[in-house]
């Protein structure tokens, strides 16, 4: 695996890449056997500026609820001619090379990807990733933690919802508010002062 570690990536905020990703599911336990169906990432600067994005289904192994289908909208047909975990899961890894992850929440989606990666029998990962929905509980305590009150609250253009893209693209335009809230309210400035305070939110 070549995702890179904290140690590797600049202590600056400002300076990192990040990429912005969401996952579209079977199910929430990866444990029992849920699978994912698609990958959606946007790769963006410290910045903002949002550089490259992907969208990659992926084929699963076991039938797919009807109600999955119907709610992030993917037809049997399209899933059965798309990759295998790993061939998807592979170009997820060069897309998000050198950067920072970013999912909401990320205790949900990095632990899943991390439970495939132990399904497949492929070595170990452990990316640099920061959790949005606790840096939402720092910057607007006063609002819901789930993605759609956030993006109501911000006034961020709403794309169909539980398409992977898509929820990645409004994560990112939600990740780029919650930053310029950390950096001017509350005035932090490197992942190490971010994460610290992350994890006093994950314990409060």
């Known amino acids: 695996m070549h995702a890179r ?17 969401d996952l579209e599911t079977t199910g929430f336990l990866p444990e029992i056997g849920h699978e994912i169906l698609s990958i959606g990432a946007v790769r963006m600067n410290g910045s903002g500026e949002i550089i ?18 119907s709610l992030t909208n993917l037809s049997k047909d399209s899933l059965t001619q798309a990759p295998s975990f790993i061939e998807g899961f592979h170009q997820f ?22 439970a495939m990666v132990k399904r497949w029998k492929l070595p170990g990962y452990n990316p640099a990733c920061i959790d949005s929905q606790l840096m939402a509980k720092l ?4 609002v819901s933690h789930r993605l759609d009150p956030l993006l109501n609250h911000f006034n961020i253009h709403r794309l169909e919802r539980h398409h992977a893209l898509n929820d990645a693209l409004m994560t990112a335009e939600l990740f780029k508010e919650l930053l310029r809230i950390i950096n001017n309210n509350h005035h932090i400035f490197t992942y190490t ?12």
């Open 5 to 21: 570690t904290d140690k590797e990536l600049s202590n600056d905020l400002s300076k990192r890449e990040y990429t912005v990703f």
């Open 193 to 204: 002062e971010l994460q610290q305070q992350l994890k006093k939110q994950k314990s409060s």
């Open 52 to 69: 490259d994005e992907m969208h990659q289904l992926i084929k699963p192994i076991r039938p797919v609820p009807k109600h999955i289908l």
């Open 139 to 142: 910057a607007v305590p006063s």
């Open 93 to 114: 890894l060069d897309f998000s090379e050198h950067s920072t992850l970013v999912a909401h929440p990320a205790h949900f989606d990095v632990r899943f990807l991390r």
